[in-house]
């Protein structure tokens, strides 16, 4: 039976109905023949399942409970093109990662290459490009695979840090939710996992990426986690894909990253200036200042989700060769914390850090925006945040 057959006379509910939700309608509207689409926005509670067939969830929304009633665009889509799919997942370098992949694959490869996920359009809008020649790089976020009953036939699984304890509660559960991209492979499949990451039971031949024993690569980006993250692609382009490796480091070098991770926006007044407002977590910050070669400043702060900021105040202390700025709800916990840091300066905003960062640095040092916290709550997302950086800079 087609696998969209499931569908037909059937009664559909969509949970959440922002632009995966307003996607999942159109396309079952326009590729099956359900007896009803309807959607609903509110909490679990109030969720009227029991008068539905199939329930779509959108991610993001929380939900404790598993019944089978439940599904996922991303779980569709999966079941439809596993067998072709690359998923990336960790908690940092999953967009960097998943377009270097992309970039080289299509590059390197006399086939079609997608790249979707948290890039791009939904995944289901891209269900009639797809073809059995295709290779698709899907970028997954804990909560898409959060509930996944399939998994991809190429699994990347980064590395594993605090995150996204305001949805999850513990660490423990957010990896959980990200284990998905592995825990229904089988022996057919492939797993390429980082050496942070807890070993997780799979029937996948599994590839660990050691960060002692990495090849070194030519890239246009700057820092040692995206030599990691090259690593991942490398590994998956030779051994699963046979592509030579002179290819895959000629595919490097014109790889030019993307927008608020660790972007050059330009200097003023002989000051760089660099967006990395995609960092919301402490590791992240301290890749920042690692990687610009004349980082002098870091921004810092923004939502408290109460993850735990030693790692990084221990680093603050132990560093007073740079200025630190700190702002909003996350930046004053760190500020008092450390308290009397003579090189920590404490802001309300991000515009009274971007003037405090311009008096503090000098012509030939660099100012990084890297806040180690989410942006909700002062921003829309975390590219309005870098916007809105590029623009007090006035760049």
Same mark, same amino acid.
């Given at each position: ?14 949970? +959440? %109905?922002?632009?995966? +939700?307003?996607?999942? @309608? ?8 359900? =007896? ?6 509110? !909490? ?6 029991? $008068? ?8 993001? #929304? ?15 889509f999966l079941e439809l093109f596993a067998d072709r799919t690359i998923g990336v997942t960790g908690t940092k370098g999953k967009s960097t990662t998943s377009s270097l ?44 695979? &959060?509930?996944?009953? *399939?998994? !991809? ?9 605090? @995150? ?6 513990? *660490? ?7 284990t998905n991209i592995t825990t229904h492979q089988t022996e057919k499949d492939f797993f390429f996992v980082g050496e942070n990451v807890p070993k997780i039971p799979t029937l996948a031949s ?16 700057? $820092? ?46 002989? *000051? ?5 407002? #995609? ?7 301290? &890749? &920042? ?25 221990? %680093? ?5 060769? %740079?200025?630190?700025? =700190? ?6 916990? #760190?500020? @008092? ?9 404490? *802001?309300?905003? =991000? ?5 405090? &960062?311009?008096?503090?640095?000098? !012509? ?6 890297? !806040?180690?916290?989410?942006?909700? $709550? ?12 590029? @623009?007090?800079?006035? =760049?």
């Amino acid at each position: 039976m087609n696998i969209l057959d499931r569908f037909t006379d059937k009664r559909i509910l969509i949970w +959440g %109905y922002g632009r995966e +939700g307003k996607t999942t @309608e159109k396309f079952l509207l326009t590729h099956t023949k359900p =007896l009803e689409v309807q959607h609903f926005e509110g !909490p679990f509670s109030d969720l009227p399942a029991e $008068g539905f067939d199939i329930v779509f969830k959108s991610p993001g #929304i929380v939900m404790e409970e598993e019944d089978p009633k439940f599904t996922s665009m991303t779980e569709l889509f999966l079941e439809l093109f596993a067998d072709r799919t690359i998923g990336v997942t960790g908690t940092k370098g999953k967009s960097t990662t998943s377009s270097l992949l992309y970039h080289c694959l299509s590059r390197c490869l006399d086939r079609k290459v997608i790249l979707l996920g948290n890039i791009g359009l939904p995944c289901l809008d891209y269900y009639d490009e797809i073809d059995e020649d295709t290779v698709v790089v899907f970028e997954l976020s804990c909560h898409q695979l &959060a509930h996944t009953k *399939v998994s !991809p036939h190429i699994a990347v699984f980064l590395n594993l840090f605090e @995150e996204h304890l305001d949805y999850y509660g513990t *660490v423990e559960k957010y990896f959980k939710a990200k284990t998905n991209i592995t825990t229904h492979q089988t022996e057919k499949d492939f797993f390429f996992v980082g050496e942070n990451v807890p070993k997780i039971p799979t029937l996948a031949s599994v590839t660990r990426i050691d960060k002692d024993s990495l090849k070194d690569f030519e890239l246009s980006i700057p $820092g040692s986690h995206n030599i990691y993250n090259a690593n991942f692609v490398y590994r998956i382009a030779k051994d699963v894909f046979g592509i030579q490796e002179k290819a895959i480091e000629e595919s490097f070098k014109s790889f030019t990253g993307l927008r608020h991770r660790l972007e050059h926006i330009g200097a003023l007044d002989g *000051v760089d200036f660099y967006d990395d407002s #995609i960092s919301t977590i402490p590791e992240a910050a301290i &890749a &920042a200042l690692g990687s610009v070669k004349n980082a002098k400043t870091v921004i810092l702060g923004g939502m408290d989700r109460g993850i735990n900021y030693d790692i990084l105040i221990n %680093y603050i202390m132990d560093h007073p060769e %740079y200025n630190y700025i =700190l702002a909003y709800a996350s930046g004053k916990r #760190i500020f @008092e914390a450390i308290g009397g840091c003579p090189q920590c300066t404490y *802001v309300p905003e =991000l515009k009274d850090a971007v003037e405090a &960062a311009r008096k503090l640095t000098k !012509p030939g040092e660099a100012v990084i925006l890297s !806040p180690a916290a989410a942006s909700y $709550g002062y921003f829309k997302n975390f590219e309005e945040r870098g916007d809105k950086f590029k @623009e007090y800079v006035g =760049l």
